[in-house]
C-alpha cells in the first residue's frame, strides 16, 4: 500500500456555456497548477474531488482521503449567508458554493483535517455560520487594495499573528507577509472560529481556525494564496503551512 498521503482538493468551476469554444455546452471542473504542485512536493497526492454523483455522493467519495482542501476562485454567493448582491459583479457562484459547503461539512463530520485558501476561507466561515464582505474596497473602512487585477499575486501586505496560535508556531514569528488576491473577506466571524491572523491597518481577519480538540479533527482557513508563494525569504514560506496540514493528516491517520 503506497505510503502517501490522498489530499482532495475541491474543484473550480466553468459552467455550461454553449458560445465556449472548449467542451461546448459542458461543466468544467479544474484546478490551477500551482495549488498540485504544492501539494505534491510535500509528498503527498493531490486529486480533484467532483461534483456529486448519483449512487456515489461527496460524503462517500471524501471518506477514502486524508485530507480536504478548499481551494480559492470564483466570489461566494451573498445568499448563500443570507444576503441580496449589492452589485452584479459581486453575485458569485452559488453552485459553487453548495458543493465546497457541503465538503467542508462531511469532512468535519468525518474528522478529515480541512485546509481553505482564499475562497476556501471563506467556504468555512460562510458554512460555519458566518458572512463576508460582499466587497472589501466599498464594505470596509480605510482599506487596503486586498486584490489588483494588474499586478495579482504580486500585490502583498504585512499580517499581524495571533501570540502562541498555530500561525505563529508555524512561521516562528509574529509578523509577516503575504499576497493578497481577494475582494471579499471576513464580516463576521462564524462562531467557534479563532483568529490566526489580520492586516494590521484595516483589521481584515487573514487567518483563523475552528477551536476544537485536537482528537475532534483540524479546520485551518488562510485568506491569502500560499500557493503562489514560493522562495521569497520576505513571505511565509508556503511548505511550512502545507507540511503542518499534512501533519495533522497523519495525526488522523494514527488515531483512527
Same mark, same amino acid.
Given at each position: 500500500? =503506497?505510503?502517501?498521503? #490522498?489530499?482532495?482538493? =475541491?474543484?473550480? /468551476? /466553468?459552467?455550461?456555456? !454553449?458560445?465556449?469554444?472548449?467542451?461546448? *455546452?459542458? #461543466?468544467?471542473?479544474?484546478?490551477?497548477?500551482?495549488?498540485?504542485?504544492?501539494?505534491?512536493?510535500? *509528498?503527498?497526492?493531490?486529486?480533484?474531488?467532483?461534483?456529486?454523483?448519483?449512487?456515489?455522493?461527496? $460524503?462517500? /467519495?471524501?471518506?477514502?482521503?486524508?485530507?480536504?482542501?478548499l481551494s480559492g476562485g470564483v466570489d461566494m454567493a451573498p445568499q448563500s449567508y443570507g444576503e441580496e448582491p449589492l452589485h452584479p459583479d459581486w453575485a458569485g457562484d452559488g453552485i +459553487?458554493?453548495?458543493?465546497?459547503?457541503?465538503?467542508?461539512?462531511?469532512?468535519?463530520?468525518?474528522?478529515?483535517?480541512?485546509?481553505?485558501?482564499? +475562497?476556501?476561507?471563506?467556504?468555512?466561515?460562510?458554512?460555519?455560520?458566518?458572512?463576508? @464582505?460582499?466587497?472589501?474596497?466599498?464594505?470596509?473602512?480605510?482599506?487596503?487594495?486586498?486584490?489588483?487585477?494588474?499586478?495579482?499575486?504580486?500585490?502583498?501586505?504585512?499580517?499581524?499573528?495571533?501570540?502562541?496560535?498555530?500561525?505563529?508556531?508555524?512561521?516562528?514569528?509574529?509578523?509577516?507577509?503575504?499576497? =493578497?488576491?481577494?475582494?471579499?473577506?471576513?464580516?463576521?466571524?462564524? !462562531?467557534?472560529?479563532?483568529? $490566526?491572523?489580520?492586516?494590521?491597518?484595516?483589521?481584515?481577519?487573514?487567518?483563523?481556525?475552528?477551536?476544537?480538540?485536537?482528537?475532534?479533527?483540524?479546520?485551518?482557513?488562510?485568506?491569502?494564496?500560499?500557493?503562489?508563494?514560493?522562495?521569497?525569504?520576505?513571505?511565509?514560506?508556503?511548505? #511550512?503551512? /502545507?507540511?503542518?496540514?499534512?501533519?495533522? @493528516?497523519?495525526? +488522523?491517520? +494514527?488515531?483512527?
Amino acid at each position: 500500500m =503506497s505510503s502517501f498521503l #490522498r489530499i482532495a482538493v =475541491s474543484s473550480c /468551476m /466553468m459552467h455550461p456555456d !454553449p458560445a465556449r469554444n472548449i467542451f461546448k *455546452g459542458k #461543466r468544467l471542473l479544474y484546478m490551477e497548477e500551482s495549488m498540485f504542485h504544492w501539494v505534491a512536493r510535500n *509528498g503527498a497526492v493531490p486529486l480533484l474531488i467532483p461534483t456529486p454523483v448519483e449512487g456515489l455522493p461527496l $460524503e462517500t /467519495m471524501l471518506s477514502v482521503f486524508d485530507g480536504l482542501i478548499l481551494s480559492g476562485g470564483v466570489d461566494m454567493a451573498p445568499q448563500s449567508y443570507g444576503e441580496e448582491p449589492l452589485h452584479p459583479d459581486w453575485a458569485g457562484d452559488g453552485i +459553487r458554493d453548495e458543493y465546497d459547503i457541503a465538503l467542508l461539512r462531511s469532512a468535519i463530520k468525518q474528522n478529515i483535517p480541512v485546509l481553505g485558501v482564499c +475562497r476556501g476561507a471563506q467556504v468555512i466561515n460562510v458554512g460555519l455560520g458566518g458572512t463576508l @464582505c460582499q466587497d472589501i474596497t466599498t464594505q470596509k473602512k480605510g482599506a487596503l487594495v486586498h486584490r489588483d487585477w494588474d499586478i495579482y499575486d504580486q500585490n502583498f501586505h504585512d499580517l499581524h499573528v495571533s501570540d502562541g496560535g498555530l500561525l505563529h508556531k508555524i512561521s516562528g514569528a509574529k509578523t509577516f507577509r503575504t499576497n =493578497s488576491v481577494h475582494h471579499q473577506g471576513v464580516k463576521d466571524l462564524a !462562531p467557534g472560529l479563532k483568529v $490566526e491572523a489580520v492586516s494590521p491597518i484595516d483589521g481584515m481577519i487573514e487567518g483563523f481556525h475552528l477551536d476544537i480538540s485536537p482528537k475532534d479533527g483540524f479546520v485551518f482557513g488562510v485568506q491569502w494564496h500560499p500557493e503562489f508563494q514560493n522562495g521569497d525569504k520576505d513571505l511565509l514560506q508556503a511548505d #511550512r503551512l /502545507m507540511q503542518f496540514f499534512l501533519d495533522q @493528516c497523519r495525526d +488522523r491517520i +494514527r488515531t483512527d
